[in-house]
């Protein structure tokens, strides 16, 4: 092919391909910014009912294994109820247990450790697939979804379907423990991350549910492809309230 001279009037296409370039381009750095680009879930448009949904009245302490070394992690039900039950019931399911951390960013700075996808401990689906799985309730054979969930500063109740409404009262500090999702608010299921840093972009946006209290240097070694061993719920199960 040879070269374009200047003068020479460009190809008809070229206006077309800058443009799919270009939101390429927008898709990949938003990879590296979002936590939602991980879980493309269909059908999150409907969440589970609340009614139908495990609750946290209080604080639990779950403890993850991974490495043969623990992460004690505190889990806030009295300013993330639903998010919170959701978490203490399926660590108490045992779903977590085998389950792959598929997603770690720590260039160009430290952002999430990410799993908690169910498919992951399944030796018949791809990698490929990681972070596209949900929790299918036994009860229904259906996913369950959880809509997003933010307690705002100064209220007593939290907001429900709303990113980017209020200021969280539970933030996205180093160790912070939250759900994540597709880019519909209610679509997030069992994947979950732990913020790296201090990441307060994602304030509002995705439901922080707790905080590593103690084991933050066993999540700095995590690599993608680690398994998280076990989770157990070591304190504050008689807070669980179920449907």
């Not at 979002?34 to 609340?50: K, L, R």
């Amino acid at each position: 092919m040879k070269p374009l001279k200047f003068g020479t009037r460009l190809p008809r296409f070229l206006p077309q391909l800058v443009m799919v370039l270009g939101v390429l381009l927008l898709v990949s750095c938003a990879s590296l910014s979002s936590v939602a680009d991980t879980s493309s879930i269909p059908g999150a448009q409907s969440p589970t009912p609340m009614a139908n949904l495990p609750r946290l009245n209080g604080d639990a302490t779950v403890v993850l294994t991974v490495n043969d070394r623990p992460i004690t992690i505190q889990v806030k039900g009295d300013a993330a109820p639903i998010t919170a039950g959701n978490f203490v019931d399926l660590v108490q399911r045992g779903v977590y247990d085998g389950t792959i951390f598929h997603r770690v960013i720590r260039e160009p700075r430290p952002f999430v450790v990410q799993g908690g996808d169910p498919q992951s401990k399944d030796p018949t689906v791809s990698p490929q697939l990681y972070g596209t799985g949900s929790f299918i309730d036994p009860a229904t054979n259906r996913p369950r979804y959880i809509p997003l969930e933010i307690l705002g500063q100064g209220s007593d109740t939290p907001t429900y379907s709303q990113a980017g409404k209020v200021s969280p009262v539970l933030k996205h500090t180093r160790g912070a423990v939250a759900m994540a999702r597709s880019q519909l608010p209610d679509s997030a299921s069992a994947q979950f991350y732990i913020a790296l840093d201090q990441l307060d972009f994602l304030d509002g946006n995705y439901a922080v549910f707790g905080y590593v209290t103690d084991g933050m240097d066993v999540v700095d070694r995590i690599q993608q492809g680690d398994r998280l061993q076990s989770a157990k719920v070591v304190a504050g199960l008689e807070n669980l309230q179920q449907p």
